[in-house]
């Protein structure tokens, strides 16, 4: 246990049932965990799918990064639930837990007797928190819900990139993400409406939502007033905002520009060109020819110029990074983003923290995660079972357990 670990208990108290894999349940269920709710994650005897893929085949002495990256501060127990006596040990456990998140597709828990309105007899009070692609009826429930198929689907990788280029999709598991975060943000409402009523409810969070919440200012634009602008070519930032907006070549890199009025660019350029777009609808009016400018013109400087001009100038810029840069950003480093941890297994790890501040301090690690199997015979007899029932699952194989046990 890490001491400054203590400071961060919000939800302790609150006891989660895990159900889930991938990245948007686990990620959702980590939240919780980092802020002191007990989470239990149930597996297979094989293991959650996160233990054997990793994206970049990112492996550290046989361990997933993918793994470690979404399941700390919980416990793990094994169980096999094709078994009735595991079924039992899953419904003790739902009997005296405040939550149930599951990102599996709709109705495969209900089939084993763990869908919302079977957990809902066991436990009235149980928060049931459910995470699909699509939702949990409808059309597509049975469509696998993966985030580039979400991307694609709801309009967010016809938003950016070159117009004369393919459809670009954003290069990192966002709308799984944003999913997590929904998911979490429901539980935490679902429990405080229950502190009143005395009652849980089902709480659900899909990647369709969460990709078109992503996207809440350009779809609102269209629902109102029509198809957005064009791709331009080369590429601008968005579909909706005046030039310029986007990245932009230089004489030996990119810069960022945002939301700056034409005669600043045109003084900061040298471009009188700009200077005539004097009229304040020009850069919607005529966004193109803008923004075709100042490619033009910043395609003759450097970036240091750029950026130094720009400084002066008063316009809006940021550098274009890539991560070696990011890792060494000030700011970066200011903010605690990277959490240095020291794995039993992988050796020297390097993980994202929490991305919230509580008193301006970040939950710290009270549990690697978890080995699997890791808490069984912990789990097993919180729930009621006697050394001797726990022993006897074990042997029979409706229960599995790591070797020893490790923690913080």
């Not at 709308?175 to 005395?198: E, K, P, Y």
């Not at 720009?310 to 316009?315: L, P, S, T, V, Y």
Request: glycine share 8%.
């Amino acid at each position: 246990m890490n001491e400054e670990g203590k400071d961060n208990h919000m939800l302790q108290g609150i006891k989660v049932i895990s159900f889930t894999h991938f990245l948007q349940g686990p990620s959702a269920v980590q939240m919780l965990a980092d802020i002191g709710a007990d989470v239990i994650k149930i597996e297979p005897p094989k293991g959650a799918f996160e233990r054997g893929w990793a994206g970049f085949d990112a492996f550290q002495e046989g361990v997933s990064i993918f793994y470690l990256l979404g399941n700390r501060n919980q416990r793990a127990i094994q169980l096999d639930l094709r078994n009735d006596q595991a079924r039992e040990v899953v419904r003790r456990l739902i009997a005296e837990a405040d939550v149930l998140v599951e990102n599996y597709r709709p109705g495969v828990l209900a089939k084993m007797g763990f869908g919302y309105e079977d957990a809902k007899k066991i436990n009235p009070r149980l928060v049931y928190c459910s995470c699909t692609g699509y939702g949990s009826t409808g059309p597509y429930q049975k469509r696998p819900g993966q985030d580039l198929l979400l991307q694609a689907m709801s309009g967010m990788a016809m938003l950016s990139g070159d117009g004369a280029s393919a459809p670009t999709p954003v290069g990192s598991a966002i709308v799984d993400q944003h999913a997590a975060v929904l998911a979490a943000f429901g539980v935490l409402a679902a429990l405080h409406q229950r502190q009143h009523t005395g009652k849980g409810c089902m709480v659900e969070s899909n990647l369709l939502n969460a990709a078109l919440d992503l996207q809440i200012e350009p779809f609102t634009y269209f629902l109102n007033k029509g198809p957005l602008w064009k791709r331009s070519s080369p590429a601008m930032g968005s579909r909706f905002h005046p030039a310029p907006y986007g990245v932009y070549r230089t004489a030996d890199g990119w810069i960022a520009v945002s939301l700056t009025t034409t005669a600043k660019l045109a003084a900061a350029l040298d471009c009188p060109e700009l200077a005539a777009f004097e009229h304040p609808k020009d850069p919607v009016r005529r966004r193109d020819e803008v923004h075709q400018l100042v490619a033009k013109s910043l395609r003759a400087v450097t970036t240091e110029a750029a950026q130094r001009v720009f400084d002066e100038q008063d316009i809006w810029w940021a550098p274009v990074n890539d991560y070696e840069q990011v890792e060494a950003d000030p700011q970066v480093v200011h903010n605690g983003v990277v959490m240095n941890v020291d794995h039993p297994e992988a050796g020297p790890v390097r993980l994202m923290a929490h991305p919230v501040r509580y008193d301006g301090k970040a939950p710290q690690l009270r549990l690697m995660p978890p080995a699997l199997g890791e808490h069984t015979r912990e789990v097993l007899a919180e729930a009621g079972y006697s050394p001797q029932e726990i022993e006897r699952l074990l042997a029979d194989g409706v229960a599995l357990a790591a070797q020893g046990g490790r923690s913080a």
